[in-house]
């Protein structure tokens, strides 16, 4: 089995970033490639840019699709099978300090997978991050791996996957299907049998934001599609639940870098 070192991985590689505790790079896989078993030295996460892959440890497969965020520790014995599109991913190898420094008074995460919004989020801001990098970037770069940590130790260890509350998870539910016009927190908590600020501290430990944060994130995504299938930009900003256009221009600006007609553009 090969034991792979510092800044080490099977696939073509370019990094991004290096930091004295952090390498942040990019991933190309070939189509239909298959890694074999191997372990690092460091631990790691990875985020599934494009294409898809397996990863196979100790008897068990996790599928991961665009959006996917995956937690390796050092040491985890492993293999990896891309699908036919081939795969890219944006890596950050976290050095033994900075894990010992940051995780040893805590349970460390194990191989987890991730497929959430939170993780998803938290994933491309790092990878901006990496690749925008200004004084303030350490601080920045930190706190979201902490918050990735925190969302690895919050999985479940069989499945990879964080499992809230029944209640939680149908209000959730709830917010997907009406985030153009979503109920308020109060009506949440009463159909939960719970008080509205318990109700808001849960919902935030159990996704990573406020219902209202979520409900913005879910609005953008949808109007993210609609806008690449075109169709009128003021018509989607108001289906969506937005004031205006201008309104949604803002947001989708402020969660996507462009305004919603650029990325239509660059389609």
């Not at 599109?85 to 010992?100: D, E, I, T």
């Not at 993210?224 to 937005?242: C, P, T, W, Y």
Request: aromatic share 10%.
């Amino acid at each position: 089995m090969k034991r792979l070192v510092h800044s080490e991985f099977l696939g073509q590689a370019e990094v991004v970033r290096a930091t004295p505790d952090l390498l942040f790079f990019e991933m190309a896989y070939a189509a239909h490639a298959r890694l074999p078993r191997h372990t690092h030295e460091q631990a790691y996460f990875f985020f599934v840019l494009s294409g898809t892959l397996t990863e196979y440890s100790h008897g068990r497969a996790r599928h991961c699709a665009p959006g996917t965020v995956i937690f390796n520790p050092a040491g985890i014995d492993h293999h990896d099978e891309v699908g036919g599109r081939g795969a890219r991913c944006f890596v950050v190898q976290l050095s033994h300090a900075w894990s010992a420094g940051r995780l040893e008074t805590h349970r460390a995460p194990e191989w987890v997978t991730l497929r959430s919004d939170v993780a998803s989020e938290l994933a491309s801001r790092l990878r901006r991050e990496a690749r925008q990098w200004e004084p303030t970037s350490p601080l920045v770069v930190e706190g979201i791996l902490l918050l990735l940590s925190a969302e690895a130790l919050r999985a479940d260890r069989r499945t990879g996957i964080r499992t809230p509350a029944v209640w939680l998870t149908r209000a959730a539910e709830s917010l997907d299907a009406n985030f153009a016009s979503p109920p308020t927190i109060h009506e949440l908590a009463f159909d939960a049998g719970v008080h509205p600020a318990y109700f808001a501290r849960s919902f935030r430990s159990a996704f990573g934001c406020t219902p209202g944060a979520y409900v913005r994130g879910r609005r953008l995504g949808w109007a993210r599609q609609q806008v690449a299938h075109g169709g009128a930009l003021v018509e989607i900003a108001l289906s969506a639940g937005f004031a205006d256009q201008a309104h949604f221009s803002r947001e989708f600006k402020r969660r996507f870098g462009v305004t919603p007609s650029e990325y239509r553009r660059a389609r």
